[in-house]
Structures are given as C-alpha cells and as structure tokens.
C-alpha cells in the first residue's frame, strides 16, 4: 500500500491549490484523487462554452434535489463541476470576493481567529494576476489571471448606463472594497481564455514526481484508526484500493460531496449513521447541515434589436465567432454571456448590497416549469446574496456511489422570498430606464400581468434557481457551537489528521460568486496544515469603509 505525506480527496478549486502548493514549496508527496477525469474538451478554454455544460456534461454532477416545500415540490437541478479543476473549468468565470462583512461573520464565528477580510485579503493578492487594477486590493503577478471582457455587448453597456441614470454609481471594482453600484466584471480569463484552478495552480507541478494524480477515483471512505485519519479506501477501474498518510487526508470535494464523504467514514450525526448501517466514529451532527446557496429570478424582455447574444451560438453565427475565437481570441465568444451587473440594496440604497442583479444579453431560462420561445431579449436575473433559509445533505445510502439526498430549501425563509420580489421589481425599473428603455420591446416573464407581491412570489416559486455556489455544509466554528463541524483551522472536530478545505468549510455564505474565496480558503489551509505563519493581515484600515473588521 503506497504511502504518501498528503492525501488530498477532491480536484476541485482548494485542492489544486493545496496539492500544488505542498508539493511546490514543502517538498511533500501528495496523492490527489479526482472523481471525475481530464477536462480535455476545448469548450473548457472557450469563455463562452461552459453555456454548453449547464443541461448536462461529463464534467458535471446533475444533483437532484428532494422536493422543495417552499417551491410546490419543484426540483430544480443543481450541477457540481467533476473533472480536473472542479466548477473552476465549468463555472462562469467570475472573479467576486464578497463584501468585507461576510468575513467579519467568519471571524466571529471563530473566535477571531484570523478569518476576517483583512486577513483572507493577502491570499487573494497573492493569487490574484490582474490585468488592470494593481494597488493594496489586487495582485498583479499571481499565477490566477483575472481581466475584463474583451468582448461587450451593446446590452451590457445599456444597462449599466441605466442604472446610472436612476442615480446608482458607477464601480470601477466590485473588488475594491466597496461592492454596491454597477459596473462591468472581471473574469478568470487571460488573453481570451479560461484561466481555471488546474491550470493556474496544479498544470504548473503536474509533472513533479511527489505528485501522484489520479482521476476517475471515487473516495468511498476516510481510514480512521485509534482517533486519526491515516489514509482514504478509494474506487478506480472496477478496483478498489487504500492509500496510507503519515500526514494529513485534506477533504477538497464540494459542499455535496464532501459532507457526504465524512458521514461514509462514520463522522455525522450518529441516528442518521446507524439507519444505513454506518459504525459512528465521531458525533458530529453538524455534518451535511448548514446548506446554502445563492439563488436567483428573472425577469425576461424582448427587444427591439439584435443588441445580445441571440443566434450568435448557432449556424453561420457560430461557424463564424469560433473561428474568430479559434484565429484570434477575440469576439463574442471570450464573453462568459454575463458581463455586467449591478450591486444594490433595495430595502436601504446606502447600506450594503443584498442582491446582485446580473444583466444576460439574451433570453435566458433555465426553469423545469417554464418555456420560453428564444428571441431577442435581455434577462435580468436577481440572485440574493444571504439567503437566510437553510438546507441539508445526507445519505441517499451506505453505497459510495449513490448520490447524496439535498435538500437546498430554496425560499425556504420568508425574507428570502421578500428580498427576491423586490429584486423583480427593481428589475423592471431598470427596464424603464433609458437607453434600455429604447430597446425594449416588451416585458416576457413574469409578464406585466403580474403585479401583486402574490402574483410575483408566484413566479419566483416557478423559475428560481441556483446561482450554482453551495457551501457550509461542514462548517467551522468555536468548540462551544455543537454544529460546528470545522475547528477554526479547518480540522475536523474528533479526529486527528484530517482537514476540510473547500466551501463546505463556510460558516456564512459569501456576497458573490465563490471561486475566487474557495482558492484563497486552499491557500490558506496549506499554512495551517503545514504550521507556516499565515500572512500578516493587510493594513487597511483606513483605506475600507467602516464595515471591513
């Protein structure tokens, strides 16, 4: 049985960056187990191809979650990225860290441990290879490229001139310290392609030899002997094998499938363990609780004009814009299809953002309720940032290979459902505005008969749907909070050598989109698994509003 320093369980977005980091610069050998294969598909690269994975790919698990209550017993699909790289190689691309405050919850939640925004804020830094914004918020020589669309189109630029002429201010930098307003977004992208966590982090050591990759593998359980993770029973080939670890097994599988994994290995909530037949090795019933994710509704218009992306992913159109992108890398398809968005608070236009409102230059729906005829259209999707309703994963059944049951609870709360009609009708006022008013034509979805807070919870019940962020399902937290799965170094509460480092590990849910967090958490976590002082919090003070602690 091969024995390795680190077992890393998950190729994901934290684990190519703890694999490649302990190999790099600790000399560690390492195993990295990746469920799914190589994402060798050349839409990976393209921008706009990951459009092609959202109705099913093989870099993807389609989960299905058990009826939604809140929904009429809907069961929208929520996809999680299965090859090399994780979502990094499937998601679309958007480089958000959230707001200052979502760390202070983190840091409170810990103990103030070093979790706040001034202390995650050096690892994003440090990552981070921008293209346009250099200063104390952003990196500029980091091996994560991130840059803004090369390509525009005439929608994006209509809405964010609209906003602005109903008084919301232009931001330069969703990233700079202060998120509310409009503005454009930057992607993990260089030079008109996917920049994803293999190939920033774990393409550049692939071929050190302390570095044991392989795919395909399913983890079926963690080994824990007298109290210590000390290796992984994996499946592979019709075979199943064991790896031993003289050093840490660091769990980097997702919010679905790593809580899922731990209650294999007997770390759960010991009724729910034993009812499949589970020997319990650590009482742990905060494992697969804790679910969030955010979610978003539209509202669709059809316009008067070609001004998006409609027909431009089908015949000629098509043929055309990938020999552009193939000659040149430039053209519609480097956009990621979302490259504006505004975010606003409607409750209190001052205070921090609660909702993050994308602007799709095209007709988008992605609902198993509702049709709609494709055509030229803009969608403006309105994804809550907290949502403040919780969900769950557990067993389906002792079998590694079943899928987990999940439970999103989406709408689950009242005030997420209130906070999700506001953002329909903040979305038909930007509609009203000028130029967007222009161009279009009329209102598709909800439709203008639509106009009670009954008639649009209505809608929001048919057509949410996940903004594709799960996390915290193996939160961390002080010894004192029993659903605490997570020290707050990351280590698994009862058990010695084991670690969870991706955004299963989120007390909170983050105001944006979670990559770019799930990479700086991974780099982190390899100065807590290895004892090197983490990097000192960055001075900024004075330089952030009052919100950032």
Same mark, same amino acid.
């Given at each position: 049985?091969?024995?390795?320093?680190?077992?890393?369980?998950?190729?994901?977005?934290?684990?190519?960056?703890? &694999?490649?980091?302990?190999?790099?610069?600790?000399?560690?050998?390492?195993?990295?187990?990746?469920?799914?294969?190589?994402?060798?598909?050349?839409? =990976?690269?393209?921008?706009?191809? *990951?459009?092609? +994975?959202?109705?099913?790919?093989?870099?993807?698990?389609?989960?299905?979650? =058990?009826?939604?209550?809140?929904?009429?017993?809907?069961?929208?699909?929520?996809?999680?990225?299965?090859?090399?790289?994780?979502?990094?190689?499937?998601?679309?691309?958007?480089?958000?860290?959230?707001?200052?405050?979502?760390?202070?919850?983190?840091?409170?939640?810990?103990?103030?441990?070093?979790?706040? *925004?001034?202390?995650?804020?050096?690892? +994003?830094?440090?990552?981070?290879?921008?293209?346009?914004?250099?200063?104390?918020?952003?990196?500029?020589?980091?091996?994560?490229?991130?840059?803004?669309?090369?390509?525009?189109?005439?929608?994006?630029?209509?809405?964010?001139?609209?906003?602005?002429?109903?008084?919301?201010? *232009?931001?330069?930098?969703?990233?700079?310290?202060?998120?509310?307003?409009?503005?454009?977004?930057?992607?993990?992208? /260089?030079?008109?392609?996917?920049?994803?966590?293999?190939?920033?982090?774990?393409?550049?050591? &692939?071929?050190?030899?302390?570095?044991?990759?392989?795919?395909?593998?399913?983890?079926?359980?963690?080994?824990?002997?007298?109290?210590?993770?000390?290796?992984?029973?994996?499946?592979?080939?019709?075979?199943?094998?064991?790896?031993?670890?003289?050093?840490?097994? @660091?769990? &980097?599988?997702?919010?679905?499938?790593?809580?899922?994994?731990?209650?294999?290995?007997?770390?759960?909530?010991?009724? /729910?363990?034993?009812?499949?037949?589970?020997?319990?090795? @650590?009482?742990?019933?905060?494992?697969?609780?804790?679910?969030?994710?955010?979610?978003?509704?539209?509202?669709?218009?059809?316009?008067?004009?070609?001004?998006?992306?409609?027909?431009?992913?089908?015949?000629?159109?098509?043929?055309?814009?990938?020999?552009?992108?193939?000659? *040149?890398?430039?053209?519609?398809?480097?956009?990621?299809?979302?490259?504006?968005? =505004?975010?606003?608070?409607?409750?209190?236009?001052?205070?921090?953002?609660?909702?993050?409102?994308?602007?799709?230059?095209?007709?988008?729906?992605?609902?198993?309720?509702?049709?709609?005829?494709?055509?030229?259209?803009?969608?403006?999707?309105?994804?809550?940032?907290?949502?403040?309703?919780?969900?769950?994963?557990? !067993?389906?059944?002792?079998?590694?290979?079943? !899928?987990?049951?999940?439970?999103?609870?989406?709408?689950? /709360?009242?005030?997420?459902?209130?906070?999700?009609?506001?953002?329909?009708?903040?979305?038909?006022?930007?509609?009203?505005?000028?130029?967007?008013?222009?161009?279009?034509?009329?209102? !598709?979805?909800?439709?203008?008969?639509?106009?009670?807070?009954?008639?649009?919870?209505?809608?929001?019940?048919?057509? @949410?749907?996940?903004?594709?962020?799960?996390?915290?399902?193996?939160?961390?937290?002080?010894?004192?909070?029993?659903?605490? =799965?997570?020290?707050?170094?990351?280590?698994?509460?009862?058990?010695?050598?084991?670690?969870?480092?991706?955004?299963?590990?989120?007390?909170?849910?983050?105001?944006?989109?979670?990559? &770019?967090?799930?990479?700086?958490?991974?780099?982190?976590?390899?100065?807590?698994?290895?004892?090197?002082?983490?990097?000192?919090?960055?001075?900024?003070?004075?330089?952030?509003?009052?919100?950032?602690?």
């Amino acid at each position: 049985m091969a024995e390795y320093d680190y077992i890393v369980v998950g190729g994901g977005s934290s684990g190519c960056v703890a &694999a490649a980091r302990l190999v790099r610069e600790h000399g560690a050998r390492v195993l990295l187990l990746e469920a799914g294969g190589r994402a060798t598909s050349m839409l =990976v690269d393209m921008p706009a191809g *990951f459009i092609k +994975f959202l109705k099913g790919h093989p870099y993807l698990t389609m989960h299905q979650p =058990v009826p939604q209550k809140a929904l009429g017993g809907r069961q929208p699909i929520v996809p999680q990225g299965k090859a090399l790289g994780g979502s990094s190689v499937v998601n679309g691309m958007v480089y958000i860290r959230g707001q200052a405050d979502d760390y202070a919850i983190w840091d409170d939640e810990t103990g103030h441990a070093g979790w706040s *925004f001034r202390h995650m804020l050096p690892y +994003f830094t440090k990552q981070e290879g921008n293209q346009r914004i250099g200063g104390p918020m952003h990196g500029v020589m980091g091996p994560l490229k991130v840059s803004d669309h090369i390509h525009k189109c005439d929608l994006s630029y209509a809405f964010v001139a609209a906003l602005q002429n109903i008084g919301v201010p *232009f931001n330069p930098d969703f990233n700079g310290g202060r998120q509310t307003g409009v503005g454009f977004l930057q992607l993990t992208t /260089h030079k008109g392609r996917r920049c994803s966590a293999y190939r920033a982090f774990l393409e550049p050591v &692939a071929g050190d030899p302390n570095l044991v990759i392989e795919t395909d593998a399913t983890v079926s359980k963690v080994i824990v002997e007298g109290g210590r993770a000390t290796g992984v029973e994996y499946m592979t080939s019709g075979e199943t094998k064991r790896a031993r670890t003289g050093g840490e097994v @660091v769990v &980097a599988a997702g919010a679905y499938q790593t809580p899922k994994l731990l209650m294999l290995s007997g770390i759960g909530d010991p009724a /729910h363990l034993k009812a499949h037949g589970i020997a319990v090795q @650590v009482d742990l019933p905060g494992v697969g609780q804790n679910l969030m994710d955010h979610h978003e509704v539209p509202v669709i218009a059809a316009t008067n004009g070609a001004y998006g992306y409609h027909g431009e992913d089908r015949g000629l159109r098509m043929i055309k814009n990938g020999l552009q992108w193939l000659l *040149f890398k430039s053209g519609p398809v480097t956009s990621n299809g979302v490259e504006a968005c =505004v975010f606003i608070n409607p409750d209190d236009p001052g205070a921090d953002a609660s909702i993050q409102l994308y602007c799709v230059p095209t007709v988008y729906m992605d609902s198993d309720t509702v049709r709609i005829e494709p055509t030229n259209g803009v969608t403006l999707n309105s994804c809550l940032l907290r949502p403040k309703a919780r969900g769950s994963v557990r !067993l389906r059944s002792a079998d590694p290979t079943a !899928l987990p049951v999940i439970d999103n609870n989406y709408l689950g /709360h009242e005030d997420d459902l209130r906070l999700s009609i506001a953002g329909l009708r903040y979305s038909r006022e930007i509609l009203t505005a000028e130029p967007l008013k222009g161009m279009v034509a009329a209102e !598709l979805l909800p439709g203008t008969g639509a106009v009670s807070d009954e008639e649009l919870a209505e809608h929001c019940r048919r057509t @949410v749907k996940t903004n594709y962020h799960p996390c915290g399902t193996c939160k961390m937290g002080r010894d004192d909070d029993p659903m605490a =799965v997570l020290r707050p170094d990351l280590s698994v509460r009862g058990v010695d050598g084991l670690r969870v480092i991706d955004a299963s590990m989120m007390p909170a849910i983050v105001s944006g989109n979670t990559n &770019a967090t799930a990479l700086a958490v991974g780099d982190r976590a390899v100065d807590l698994i290895t004892g090197t002082p983490t990097l000192p919090p960055a001075p900024l003070a004075n330089r952030l509003p009052e919100t950032v602690h």
